[in-house]
């Protein structure tokens, strides 16, 4: 098919790591025609849009990039231990020239929808340019974080300040020098950009409804030994992210909390503490995330270590999370976050107990009648979270059906990659693949290789389509549910469950199966010729 008639072979939607990495492998190394349409007026998905203050990426910058490309892993060098925003956006830029990807993205065109052809076996993909192109293949690389929440707060447009959302933070930033601004949320996002926006502001007013487990993210510059080893450990470092728990160089301890004393306990979390980062989280015991007793052993070394930071009892109380075990809600890595609330011009408002009732055209006013008076407000309220993106385009399968529909109990999809009668339909890093569980570069080169690899195989039978049958995608669903079924994760108000949108359904929406099998079992399904799908060939139908 070709490029200039509306009809092309594949049609990627996204240009961020996903969409970027998809053009490549299809259209570099395997000759198919592609239109990516990109939202944005440039590359780098999430970190297009989130450019607030303090935006940099919580994974370590040497596993927070491509691998597929030994040249391309050595060439780029990271600043600091994690990347900042404009470091990752450059990298993906990088990575566009460096493959020639920009000349098949439209940039600023959001596709409105896609539209299954059971007669032809092709998607017919709009756009809100009016554009409209006849295609094989769909697949979102949407992300899972794109769709940003705004709660409806009674009377939010009569605010007569500046409003922000950190999802979508204007290009050319804030000066909140010498302002009064208020922040709702408490969340990744928020945990980065407090510290900086409590630099200029002349009062900041923080709004929490739930206080995070928050860790020391410990930033700076990497030792030149420690760069030059890695550098030296492509081929290792590779393969030990790709068959690991969560897509870092991280294990799960063997030995359990629960056997363990306090001084052990001690002993194990602190240096985790102090090197900062998700090894205390996700290279740490593994009873934590079953068993709520070992849990409560974590939970008190990281409460001590909020009131050794804050030095009001009170705020200290306040920050430390009630309710929930540690380690089901993602948590924020910070640079001074609790350090900022010693500072007397930083106020903590606990809006569990008095809940936002309005915004009123001077700021915030609470259900007990407590006002507050802003010059800027800046939402920090996260996402409507991996089945958001795509419940935004009208996604319509055999007989008209729309994923939204489908999904309206909670995603249903055949290892977070397919769903059945949306034939050719591909979904990276989708809900019920391990996707915002792992270090997602990780999981998208996964993804795109093996989107790339059912594509190429249906191209060499000359198979018109591809899909999942019913009882495997039920099968997987079911799947999904009792793997976290014995965890703790699904006792907190996350949204991992859905449950920071009013009105989502309460679905644990990633997969636990983790990074290295739930790679394994993909690689089997394909190795069984492609078990738990049909595919059909041209003029059959499914
Ligand atoms: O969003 P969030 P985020 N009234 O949903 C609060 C990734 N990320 O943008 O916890 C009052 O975590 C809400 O309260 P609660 C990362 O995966 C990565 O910060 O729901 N408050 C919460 O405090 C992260 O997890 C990186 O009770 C309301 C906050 O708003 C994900 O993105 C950096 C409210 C939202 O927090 C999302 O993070 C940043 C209401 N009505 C983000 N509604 C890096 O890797 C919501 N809230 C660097």
């Given at each position: 098919m070709a490029d200039d008639t509306g009809t092309v072979d594949a049609v990627v939607i996204g240009a961020g790591f996903s969409g970027l990495y998809m053009l490549h492998k299809l259209r570099n190394q395997m000759g198919l025609t592609v239109r990516v349409f990109e939202a944005?007026?440039?590359?780098?998905?999430t970190w297009y849009w989130n450019r607030y203050p303090g935006a940099r990426s919580d994974s370590d910058s040497y596993v927070y990039g491509f691998t597929f490309d030994e040249e391309l892993w050595r060439e780029w060098e990271w600043s600091e231990r994690y990347p900042e925003q404009h470091e990752i956006r450059a990298y993906l830029e990088h990575v566009a020239d460096r493959f020639d990807l920009t000349r098949s993205i439209t940039f600023d065109t959001r596709v409105t929808g896609a539209t299954f052809d059971e007669a032809a076996n092709t998607w017919t993909v709009t756009t809100d340019t009016g554009e409209t192109v006849v295609t094989r293949y769909v697949i979102t690389a949407v992300g899972a974080l794109s769709s940003s929440n705004t709660p409806p707060f009674p009377g939010i447009d009569s605010f007569a300040g500046e409003t922000f959302h950190t999802g979508l933070w204007p290009h050319e930033g804030v000066d909140f020098t010498g302002k009064r601004v208020g922040i709702i949320g408490t969340g990744a996002s928020a945990v980065q950009a407090i510290p900086l926006i409590a630099k200029e502001a002349s009062d900041l007013t923080v709004f929490q409804r739930t206080a995070n487990y928050i860790i020391p993210a410990n930033n700076g510059p990497v030792p030149d030994e420690v760069k030059k080893a890695r550098l030296d450990d492509y081929e290792g470092i590779r393969e030990r992210i790709q068959n690991s728990y969560f897509g870092f160089e991280l294990n799960l301890l063997e030995s359990n909390a629960a056997d363990a004393t306090d001084e052990e306990i001690y002993e194990t979390l602190k240096p985790r503490w102090d090197e900062g980062g998700f090894g205390i989280w996700l290279g740490s015991y593994v009873d934590i995330f079953f068993d709520d007793d070992a849990n409560a052993k974590v939970r008190n070394f990281l409460h001590d270590r909020i009131r050794e930071k804050v030095q009001d009892p009170a705020t200290a109380e306040l920050l430390t999370p009630k309710g929930y075990p540690f380690g089901v809600k993602r948590n924020p890595l910070d640079s001074g976050y609790f350090e900022t609330f010693n500072e007397p011009h930083v106020h903590l408002v606990d809006v569990?107990?008095?809940?936002?009732a309005e915004i009123t055209p001077t700021g915030v006013r609470l259900e007990s009648g407590a006002e507050f008076a802003f010059d800027a407000i800046v939402y920090a309220t996260g996402f409507d979270a991996m089945t958001g993106p795509m419940n935004k385009i009208d996604i319509r399968g055999r007989?008209?059906?729309l994923l939204r529909d489908k999904w309206v109990e909670g995603p249903r999809t055949y290892l977070g990659l397919t769903s059945a009668g949306f034939p050719n339909l591909f979904t990276i890093t989708g809900p019920q693949s391990p996707s915002v569980l792992s270090n997602m570069p990780v999981s998208i080169e996964q993804h795109v290789d093996l989107v790339a690899r059912i594509i190429g195989d249906l191209r060499e039978r000359a198979a018109a389509t591809i899909e999942p049958t019913r009882e495997a995608e039920d099968a997987w669903v079911q799947h999904c549910q009792d793997v976290v079924?014995?965890?703790?994760?699904?006792q907190a108000d996350t949204w991992y469950m859905g449950a920071n949108i009013p009105g989502k359904p309460r679905v644990f929406m990633p997969n636990l199966d983790f990074v290295g099998p739930y790679r394994a079992k993909c690689d089997e399904v394909v190795a069984n010729d492609y078990e738990g799908f049909t595919i059909t060939r041209e003029g059959a139908s499914a």
């Open positions: 944005g007026g440039g590359v780098g998905g569990k107990s008095d809940p936002i007989g008209g059906e079924a014995p965890t703790l994760f699904q």
